[in-house]
Each structure stands twice: as C-alpha cells, then as structure tokens.
C-alpha cells in the first residue's frame, strides 16, 4: 500500500478535521478558528508553535533525532472563497457565502496528517517547519508570511506545497520543472471621454465606443503580439459605463486578468498594453488611465528539488502513476512568493473519481478525502528520506 499504515490509521481523524474546517470556511487574514485549530493541534503534539506570522499563519517546528542542521519546510493553505456553497453534504459551510472550494480544507489536514505521523515517530534527524499559510486566494498570504520574516526566522533548505486535482485520475502525482503555473496581474483601465444625450452623439465622444475598441484592440496582444507557442492569457472581466438609456457616459472602466508563465512574457504584456492605451487615447480623444498591478509571479519549480519530489512520489506510487511533464496551468498560486525566496517545488495531487469531478472554485466542488493519506504519506516520506537519521 502507498499509504503509511499509521497514516491509514489517522484516515478517520484527518477526515473530521477537514470536514470540520469545510464547515467554518473562513476568508484570507480571516482564518482565526482555523489557525487556532492548528496551533492547538501542533502544541498538543510537542511542538514549538508560532502564530501570527504573515497576519493569521502558524509555523510549527519539530525536531527529529540527532544533530543535522539540515531542514525542510512544507506549507498547507488554509483560506477559504467568497462563495455559496451548492453541495448539500452534510459538512456543507454553516457561513452564507463562504465556501472551501478549491479544497485548502483538504491541504491543511493532509499536513496535520503527515505533522502527526512524524511528531509519533520522529524518525528523522533534522528539522521540519510546518508552514500553515493564510489568503493564498487572491490575497497574497505567502507574500505576507514570506516579508514576516517566514525564512529569516525558520531557515528551511527547501520548501514545498501540494495541491490537489480533481481533473488529474486518482491516486496520481502531476509536476515539471520550471514554470508550473502562470503569474496573475490585474489591469484596471479608467477610459475618461466626453458625456452627452444620446441624441446627439456628435456633441460627445462615446467611452463604450472607445471600450469597445480597446477590448479588440487588447486580444491582439495574444493572437499578433506574441508566438504561438507562448502561454498568454488576457481576459476582460469588467466592462462598467453608464447609468441611464438616454445618456451617453463621461466615462468608463474595463478590468483585465492577465496570465504569463515567464517573467519576459510578464514585462512584454504590460509594456504592450500600455502602449495600446496610449494608442487608443490618442485615436479617439480620449485620456485613459492604465492602474496594472502585480499580484501573483509565476510559480516556478526549482531543478533540484523537483527531481527529489518526483522520485519520493515514484517511490510511493510507482512511476507509472507520476507525470513529470504536466502542462503549465494559467491558474496562479502565491506559493510562488516562497519559490522566490526559497528553493523547493510544488506538486498536484490528482484527485478525481466518479463521486468527484467538479473542479476546484465551483459550487459543487468538493475535496475527496480519499487522497488525504497519499498526501499526508508524501510528506512524510519526503522528510525521513531527505533527513535521514545515521
């Protein structure tokens, strides 16, 4: 079995945490009740526990056997989404509007699984930091615990992070090398025109005309701009002007998701797009303010340690079941502010079957505690392996 047999005996208990924190979702730098339920968990357990860090994270350290200097740090997500929950499960979030839909719920038991399992045994020599990270959904929680002062004050050799899959087959390891997942930038664009009745367009210049264009004019970016092979995603999300059927508006806004899986590609798409918001300004008569922001760098996996994390999940399910030339996935992980300051990989669990096929951020998702023992056994393998007592 792949699964650690004393990790087995912990499936029941790891199922009530995440079903408990399933039901009491909490928001970034809102996970009070969750980091509380952490902490406790981790004292309760003999280690040395911190909270607060980065706002609302905990990092517990646990020692193994021996003298080694040498450490790893592992890192869960513990946020929830501003969503309605559609499941009807009997663990449904009791909170109108807050829902774990991307499965953090699930994260945070498998390492409370595999912080258990090594707490009992110890069977290492070195030292483990459990990183339990607040607001990855958007917020930047790993950014936060990252400026905290997260590596300054628990020095880790490599860090790692587990997601899981729903459209990955069950019981499967998904990773590459290098860019594993696209950056998230936000372009909030303000188009500032000339207002009138409708009536008499020709006394006005028209913002949603200008909009319009700019919506076309913004795609060109990824069909003419950039090579095909290159992973560019733009997509306007916001298109917001006027306020009456009579009047046309003074004004209007469009907002902008960006993804890039490079930090050249990242430069070249906001350089571009600030060029083509001068161009149509200057087009039409019109003054438009580009507000591009950053939010999220690319999540990029580091050689060495996608090359350690690879062979302990070959190890635990076998070759077969690992594909080491995932796809780069356009979705964005705040992990990648810890991959900056700290080597280390990020791996997907695949976690679909026939009761689990709803993707993760949909009402209906829901995490499969099926793989809370392969995750947990992940960890736990990838510590005694890499800090192996002599």
């Not at 209906?364 to 192996?388: C, H, M, R």
Request: charge should be negative.
């Amino acid at each position: 079995m792949p699964v650690y047999n004393r990790i087995a005996d912990l499936q029941d208990d790891m199922q009530t945490w995440r079903r408990d924190i399933h039901k009491h979702p909490e928001l970034g730098f809102e996970e009070i009740r969750t980091a509380q339920i952490v902490a406790e968990k981790l004292r309760d357990w003999g280690m040395e526990v911190h909270e607060g860090i980065g706002q609302t994270g905990v990092v517990g350290v646990l020692k193994g056997q021996g003298n080694s200097t040498k450490t790893i740090g592992i890192r869960a997500d513990m946020d929830a989404l501003p969503m309605q929950e559609l499941t009807g499960v009997p663990h449904q979030s009791v909170h109108e509007g807050k829902m774990h839909a991307c499965g953090h719920d699930g994260h945070t038991a498998i390492l409370l699984g595999a912080a258990k399992y090594l707490s009992e045994t110890r069977n290492f020599d070195g030292t483990v930091n459990f990183i339990f990270q607040p607001a990855e959904e958007g917020l930047g929680g790993g950014d936060a615990m990252v400026k905290d002062g997260l590596f300054e004050r628990f020095p880790c050799d490599a860090v790692y992070g587990l997601h899981n899959m729903p459209d990955g087959p069950f019981g499967t390891f998904h990773i590459k090398k290098g860019s594993l997942m696209a950056s998230a930038d936000v372009a909030r664009i303000h188009i500032k025109a000339k207002g009138g009745h409708a009536a008499h367009p020709q006394r006005s210049i028209d913002p949603i005309k200008v909009g319009v264009q700019l919506y076309n004019a913004v795609q060109t970016i990824v069909s003419r701009n950039v090579s095909p092979i290159d992973n560019v995603v733009i997509s306007i999300t916001e298109f917001h002007a006027g306020t009456a059927q009579n009047v046309i508006p003074h004004d209007a806004e469009l907002t902008a998701s960006i993804r890039t899986t490079t930090p050249e590609m990242r430069d070249y798409v906001e350089k571009r797009m600030a060029e083509i918001c001068d161009g149509v300004a200057a087009t039409f008569g019109v003054e438009i303010d580009l507000d591009y922001k950053r939010i999220f760098p690319c999540t990029v996996n580091h050689d060495t340690q996608t090359d350690i994390i690879t062979r302990i999940a070959s190890e635990l399910v076998g070759p077969e079941n690992v594909n080491t030339q995932a796809p780069v996935r356009m979705g964005s992980e705040d992990f990648s502010f810890m991959l900056e300051a700290c080597p280390g990989a990020y791996i997907f669990l695949g976690s679909q079957d026939q009761d689990h096929q709803f993707a993760v951020h949909h009402p209906q998702y829901d995490f499969n505690d099926g793989i809370l023992g392969l995750g947990a056994s992940l960890w736990a393998k990838l510590v005694e392996t890499e800090l192996p007592r002599t």
